[in-house]
């Protein structure tokens, strides 16, 4: 169906092989730009903390220190100013995370995203990280594919269930190449961005994120973001009862800390403009505190840690190298304080890394605490570093399955699944009873632009047009006067609907429901009930489901369905069962809804 502003002139819909052959187009176009994405952030971050032009990778959190010492400070407020001079510029919708506004895309604005978003979000975002911004990768790329995926179906001229589509399958596409977790990408389109899930939105997704996914790894290597250098605990280790207790323990504070962290980053995302009205002052401001921190930390424990996504301080706590509690309690921490003032400051990056840094720091200073209370306990400190990681990510999204899915693909350690399901179950139910939007609609609720907070299966598409229609009907002549119809409806019991036949075939429909206007008449008088009748109109069995009946009436742009009997050759009008308009289609969803 086409949306709302869509015409019929304007769109095409195409079929179900054009669809999937754009979508591996998006997919493929994906991958080669979370290429370009990625090298162009090792290689600012090289010419930003050591002055060289070099795409070696080095780590940032973890390896060496800049020898710029004191002026660490300005570089993430240089990187900062620049981020907001090209947004402002160039395209306001490219700062923040990017996750947000592709939601808001979906639901407010038909699934259209500016092209030239691709393009300032690349750059925008590969200023932020590389400067020192400690925000993540995820939430870039995942706006720069939906930007793609958008633009070929802009250009396509795609009705906009079918540009939503192109969008959700670049977003899949974004994650799987940066993360090289194809299995969790498609569960983060699913959960979050499609409004619908079906065959038809299903399969774009698959191929686009497949073809990122071959990409990525051709580049990149097919190795696991994250490889662990043993498996730590075994399963039986695992089911001590001890140890499930604990397991719904780091839950429960996972939820908590994921709660902190949306409502610490919704208030920075306030005070910050209130504090600072003009743009470059609140970057400067701002980012002078990330350089700070950054200074402090190398001071203090010779590495920067939380500067970028974190991804090299995560793969520092599930290897081992940071297991003493207080850094590990700072660093949680640390990074909900320095994520939320990047955002809040103007920072283009995404949240969804920095979770999975909180949620390492929470759980490996949860482990450390176990440890500390009993040396001998038979699960280490990077086991729960994994557990957290998960449990605050999906605290924070509410997306159960794609934060189990992808901590399974990024560590490949099975023996963790039990233990991540029910930390991220209680997590999430926590999260939930605190507060009910998760980390990206409630930054829409602020911006006064709500989605869904629970997206129903469509089960009312699967209704049959007779359990929806409305069967207070009756029949009568085309030529009967308009005097003569009102007597004889009024005798009749006032139906909805009568149904006009003419020379024993069907007219038109003239409508007694107040919610269905009859045509316009034009100030003349009409003298039979012809005169009145709505004549565009689809005819549909009594046992067709209301996806095809939908269906038809788009198709056909027509105002009613006259449901007749399922049986063959041409319908007369005693075979005319009932009806379905626009109101009766409403009161068949909010019956589905509210069951």
């Not at 019929?8 to 754009?22: A, F, H, P």
């Not at 995942?142 to 399958?169: E, H, K, M, N």
């Not at 990409?215 to 994250?226: D, E, K, N, Q, T």
């Not at 660093?331 to 809040?344: D, M, P, Y």
Request: proline share 5%; aromatic share 8%.
């Amino acid at each position: 169906m086409s949306g709302a502003g869509d015409t019929q002139d304007s769109t095409r819909e195409v079929n179900m092989i054009v669809l999937t052959l754009l979508a591996l187009a998006v997919g493929l176009a994906t991958g080669v730009g979370a290429v370009i994405f990625r090298s162009m952030l090792v290689g600012l971050h090289n010419f930003f903390f050591f002055g060289e032009l070099s795409l070696t990778p080095t780590s940032g959190a973890t390896g060496p220190l800049s020898p710029l010492g004191f002026l660490i400070i300005l570089v993430p407020v240089a990187g900062g100013v620049a981020v907001v001079w090209l947004t402002r510029r160039f395209a306001p919708e490219a700062k923040g995370g990017g996750i947000t506004d592709v939601m808001d895309a979906v639901y407010h604005r038909e699934g259209k995203i500016r092209p030239r978003v691709a393009v300032v979000k690349t750059i925008a975002s590969a200023l932020s990280i590389g400067s020192g911004a400690t925000v993540g990768r995820e939430g870039p790329i995942v706006q720069i594919g939906s930007a793609i995926g958008s633009a070929v179906a802009q250009f396509s001229r795609l009705p906009s269930w079918q540009r939503i589509t192109l969008l959700a399958a670049g977003a899949s596409a974004g994650i799987s190449a940066t993360f090289n977790t194809p299995l969790g990408a498609v569960l983060f389109a699913l959960e979050l961005i499609l409004p619908e899930i079906s065959a038809r939105t299903f399969l774009p997704v698959v191929i686009a994120t497949g073809s990122a996914t071959y990409v990525g790894r051709v580049v990149f290597g097919s190795y696991p973001a994250f490889v662990l250098p043993e498996i730590y605990f075994s399963a039986s280790e695992m089911d001590h009862i001890f140890n499930l207790g604990s397991f719904v323990v780091l839950g429960l504070l996972s939820g908590l800390v994921a709660w902190g962290f949306i409502r610490t980053l919704l208030f920075a995302g306030e005070v910050m403009p209130r504090r600072f009205p003009n743009e470059y002052m609140r970057a400067a401001a701002g980012f002078a505190g990330i350089g700070i921190a950054l200074f402090l930390f190398a001071h203090f424990t010779g590495h920067y840690y939380i500067i970028g996504g974190g991804y090299d301080a995560i793969a520092a706590i599930l290897e081992g190298h940071v297991t003493s509690f207080a850094l590990l309690a700072v660093l949680c921490l640390a990074q909900v304080l320095a994520t939320s003032l990047s955002i809040g400051s103007g920072a283009s990056g995404g949240v969804f890394a920095p979770m999975l840094f909180i949620g390492a720091a929470l759980g490996g200073a949860f482990g450390a605490f176990l440890h500390m209370v009993d040396k001998s306990h038979g699960i280490g400190i990077p086991d729960y570093a994994i557990i957290g990681m998960a449990a605050v990510a999906g605290g924070g999204t509410g997306a159960a399955m794609t934060a189990i899915t992808m901590n399974f693909e990024m560590t490949r350690d099975y023996n963790i699944i039990v233990p991540l399901i029910i930390a991220v179950a209680v997590s999430i139910g926590l999260r939930r009873a605190l507060m009910a939007d998760n980390i990206f609609s409630a930054e829409l609720v602020r911006r006064g632009r709500p989605v869904p907070k629970d997206r129903y299966s469509n089960l009312y598409l699967v209704r049959s047009a007779r359990e929806v229609m409305d069967s207070n009907i009756a029949v009568m002549s085309a030529d009967l006067s308009v005097a003569d119809a009102a007597h004889w409806v009024t005798e009749a019991g006032m139906p909805n609907f009568l149904v006009l036949q003419a020379e024993g075939r069907i007219h038109g429909v003239v409508s007694l429901d107040s919610r269905i206007r009859t045509p316009e008449l034009l100030g003349r008088d009409p003298e039979t009930v012809r005169d009145m009748a709505i004549v565009d109109y689809v005819i549909v069995r009594e046992n067709n489901i209301l996806e095809e009946v939908m269906r038809r009436l788009a198709q056909r742009n027509a105002k009613l369905a006259l449901v007749v009997k399922d049986k063959p050759g041409v319908p007369r009008p005693a075979d005319v069962l009932g009806i379905i308009g626009k109101p009766q289609l409403a009161d068949a969803i909010l019956k589905t809804q509210m069951r």
